[in-house]
């Protein structure tokens, strides 16, 4: 009768959660720690706060969430060829009280993998206290499949997973690759992850020592006395099993195992599977015999290239020559949830695209959470996962037992790009953006730490550290406000106008315009008109309220009196291209209504006059934006402040100036920014920012007083005409021209500053850094696994000048046409490249034809072209060739 109350208590648990309603996507709130590391790969979050990452090439940071800042806490000297290098980390249980970390990397003195421990002093790693636990021997003939992902079970055992480090390519044509052939051991996962005598292809479990070895605990694969396999092994059987996660409470181990590359079933076997495994106790899992569900691979001959029989899950028998344990292995357990490179039919949820699972955290709630912004507790007892290229991000929902009940997915608050997406186009108001999820983990918060790897493979501006909190409670309305015009000579009359202003919950809306100064209530309609008689600068604020208290406001700074500038570039014209090795020259026109033509008073206008070049990377089109300006972006600051010149309030550089060296400013200005403040800096007053956070603000104004002259980011010169120096030591991609100028304003009128900007691309234009990508994948500084029909897109060039381009390429495959169209993939036909095979994926040629004539701008297509056929060719680069346009009347003179 108990077994039965327990039972009837566990059903209406499970009840009770899945009646509970998702969770609103607003409710989440992303916040931005870190930018711009160098290909992040680990994260733990420690018991005060501070959350540590590593980074492939030896570094290991720590983010501090009571400065928010970065430190250093250690550099590591690694072997960094063939994905080697510092792998993964993870704190001891006992951090607080022995500051114990432990470090998997790659030694430049031993060819393999150490895991060592150290001791922390503060926020460094003392490089002197390494205590070695643990090393084994790989082979650096060939890449690759290192995995490296480190975590502490609630038993105190310590899992550490290992690659197969085994090549994928050569013959295997992305089946299993069991090449048993004399010397080629590496192209041989027998040796490894097929191996009962080997730590390659496995998931350790070990329980450190304190005096910096370590014993091997109870229940692995193999009995402790080693005597039939290596008792470090918990389970073997894996490829690439690169993240790893131990549940917290049953000790449950999860992990990520990115498969094998074949696209389709063959007489050689099963195509590839990624792979979410879930382990209650040691196994093995298959590799390199099966894959997915216990999908089998034959047995198959290199030197005949002939498969045999399908290899038995039941009794996984390893003959290979480079074997040097048991040739009979435990029986094979399938995976838990599998998806290959189409549709899934059996997890249909996961879509298709790229493949690298990762297991992350499972969550846990705590009553606490509610108070530090933890996650709720719908979501108790999920496992996250996710997939580094695909992307997604999903939960695993289990039962009380940890099956699997059905997968969900994570938030719509996280917008995951595609692999080859620039831009993550219009984003909601709750809305985060983010590439490539590469490791996470819930903090004693109960909040999410995000590690986001960036674009691509390699060292990206856009990799970033996210905190993922749950916001409880009534949330304040979102304001919004505009007035156009926003500037002119009196009378002026603006229409106001409160759209992109909402409630969260849905509630209804109360509106009130003040203007200021005076503070004077003009309206508490949604969209008022009012007529300013009398010249001055001023203020509209616009208050939003919701029936249960919640407010916000935004401010609208309106100028009366006074007529914006016009201003334009006439040289060059958006879409030209640059060459790093010469100078851009360039020319400005400006006209304003009181000051008048730049063609006319270039002694008054010029000095007033500046033009900013920004270098950028090839494959992002925007820079790198700081969370703080990302913050300011989201408010009013850039209606009143630049970061260089005054405009309604001082410049940030100005603020920056006038507090440097002053401690006490700077809690000052936080609390100005909050409350508002008024006198300051002159009449006009910065109202209250309740919009913000705390936290949001704190960044914003350490951003602003880190700004020095000469450092902020661009090159900025002065005057209607000059030359921006050539960039010839830059690896940039292309440069944004952008040109400012601000009029004398009319007595107390406040002056007004216009700004324009143009795009101008290197004439190489990398095939990784196109704007839209369809069908082909972007593989490091170059794209392939091009077929038929697939395509890339560059936006607005201007091709007028270009007489000739030039292509390189490599195909081991079929070859095909790349053909240059303009404006659609059908549209006009400017030149076509025939590529042959050339021997090689690596095996560059380049190519040159002849450019049909083009005027003006426009969407050049380059379009892949052999009907039927698929595996085409690689691009690297499309570079155009020509001399600069002619001088017309139009871009000779200014008007």
Not at 501 to 509: A, G, T, V
Not at 516 to 531: C, D, F, M, R, V
């Amino acid at each position: 009768m108990f077994k039965n109350w327990l039972k009837i208590c566990a059903f209406s648990l499970t009840a009770a959660l899945q009646a509970q309603p998702v969770p609103d996507d607003f409710r989440f709130k992303t916040e931005t720690l870190v930018q711009g590391m160098e290909q992040p790969m680990e994260i733990e979050v420690a018991p005060d706060g501070r959350v540590f990452y590593n980074e492939i090439g030896g570094k290991l940071s720590v983010y501090r969430p009571v400065t928010r800042d970065v430190a250093v806490s250690a550099t590591l000297e690694v072997f960094s060829d063939q994905e080697n290098g510092f792998l993964g980390f993870a704190l001891d249980p006992g951090f607080t009280t022995n500051q114990w970390i432990y470090l998997l990397y790659s030694p430049k003195t031993f060819v393999g993998q150490r895991l060592s421990r150290f001791v922390i002093q503060g926020d460094k790693v003392d490089l002197s206290t390494e205590k070695t636990l643990l090393e084994f021997p790989e082979q650096r003939r060939e890449c690759c499949h290192h995995a490296g992902s480190v975590e502490f079970g609630p038993d105190g055992t310590l899992f550490v997973s290992t690659g197969d480090n085994t090549h994928p390519g050569g013959d295997s044509d992305g089946f299993a690759p069991i090449d048993e052939r004399p010397d080629r051991y590496p192209f041989d996962a027998q040796k490894s992850s097929a191996n009962t005598d080997d730590l390659r292809g496995k998931i350790l479990r070990i329980r450190p020592l304190a005096s910096g070895g370590y014993s091997i605990p109870q229940g692995n694969l193999f009995p402790s006395d080693g005597s039939r396999g290596r008792p470090e092994i918990y389970v073997m059987g894996c490829r690439n099993p690169w993240r790893i996660s131990v549940d917290e409470r049953t000790g449950f181990l999860y992990w990520g195992d990115v498969g094998p590359d074949a696209n389709n079933d063959g007489p050689r076997g099963s195509r590839g599977y990624d792979e979410l495994n879930q382990a209650k106790g040691p196994g093995n899992f298959g590799w390199p015999y099966f894959v997915g569900s216990n999908f089998a691979y034959a047995r198959y001959d290199f030197q005949t290239k002939t498969a045999g029989p399908k290899y038995n899950p039941e009794a996984p028998h390893n003959t290979s020559p480079n074997n040097t344990g048991s040739q009979w292995l435990p029986p094979a357990q399938p995976a838990w949830i599998y998806w290959p490179y189409g549709d899934s039919k059996e997890f249909p949820i996961l879509k298709s695209g790229g493949r690298t699972a990762c297991a992350g955290p499972v969550f846990y709630h705590k009553k606490s959470y509610e108070l530090t912004g933890g996650f709720p507790e719908y979501y108790d007892g999920c496992l996250l996962f996710y997939d580094w290229q695909r992307p997604f991000l999903n939960w695993a929902r289990m039962d009380k037992d940890s099956k699997l009940v059905r997968i969900e997915p994570f938030s719509q608050s996280i917008v995951l790009l595609k692999e080859g997406e620039n831009d993550p186009g219009k984003l909601g108001e709750n809305q985060t953006a983010i590439r490539r999820p590469v490791d996470s983990q819930f903090g004693p918060d109960g909040c999410l730490y995000l590690l986001d790897y960036g674009e691509t493979w390699g060292k990206n501006k856009n990799s970033q550290l996210l905190k993922i909190s749950y916001q409880r409670g009534n949330l304040p309305p979102l304001s919004r406000a505009i007035g156009e015009p926003a500037a002119g000579v009196e009378p002026l009359t603006v229409k106001l106008n409160s759209k992109g202003s909402r409630d969260y919950e849905n509630d209804p809306l109360s509106f009130a315009w003040k203007l200021h100064p005076g503070n004077k209530l003009i309206s508490t309609n949604a969209n008022p008109e009012i007529t300013l008689e009398q010249p001055g600068n001023y203020v509209v604020e616009l208050e939003v309220s919701d029936p249960k208290g919640g407010k916000s406001s935004a401010q609208i700074p309106l100028t009366v009196g006074n007529s914006p500038p016009q201003i334009r570039f006439l040289e060059p014209l958006d879409g030209d291209f640059f060459d790093r090795e010469k100078a851009i020259t360039y020319r400005v026109f400006v006209e304003d209504k009181e000051d008048g033509k730049s063609s006319d008073y270039e002694e008054i206008i010029g000095p007033k006059t500046y033009v900013s070049a920004d270098w950028r990377q090839n494959g992002s089109d925007q820079a790198s934006i700081a969370p703080a300006v990302a913050y300011m972006k989201q408010s009013d600051c850039f209606n009143c402040h630049s970061v260089e010149q005054k405009i309604v309030g001082p410049a940030f550089l100005e603020i920056a100036s006038r507090y440097r060296n002053q401690p006490a400013a700077f809690a000052l200005s936080v609390d100005r920014v909050a409350k508002g403040s008024s006198g300051v800096w002159g009449e006009a007053p910065m109202l209250p920012h309740q919009s913000l956070h705390a936290d949001q603000i704190l960044t914003m104004v350490r951003w602003i007083y880190e700004l020095e002259p000469g450092k902020t980011g661009s090159q900025l010169l002065r005057g209607l005409n000059g030359e921006i120096p050539a960039n010839n030591n830059s690896k940039d991609g292309f440069v944004v021209l952008e040109a400012s100028y601000t009029d004398g304003g009319r007595g107390t009128v406040a002056p007004l500053t216009s700004k324009t900007s143009i795009k101008l691309r290197h004439r190489r234009l990398e095939a990784e850094s196109s704007d839209t990508k369809a069908g082909l994948k972007v593989m490091g500084k170059q794209v392939g696994s091009i077929d038929h029909g697939h395509y890339l897109v560059f936006h607005g060039l201007n091709l007028e000048s270009s007489s000739e381009a030039t292509v390189r390429a490599a195909s081991a495959g079929h070859g095909g046409e790349i053909q240059l169209r303009t404006g659609s993939v059908n549209g006009d036909l400017i030149g076509t490249f025939k590529i042959s095979p050339t021997g090689g994926w690596d095996v560059w040629k380049e190519q040159s034809v002849s450019l049909k004539k083009i005027a003006g701008k426009t969407d050049l297509y380059v379009v892949f072209s052999n009907p039927g056929k698929g595996g085409l060719m690689n691009l690297d680069w499309i570079e155009f060739h020509g001399n600069p346009p002619p001088k017309t009347v139009e871009n000779q003179k200014a008007p």
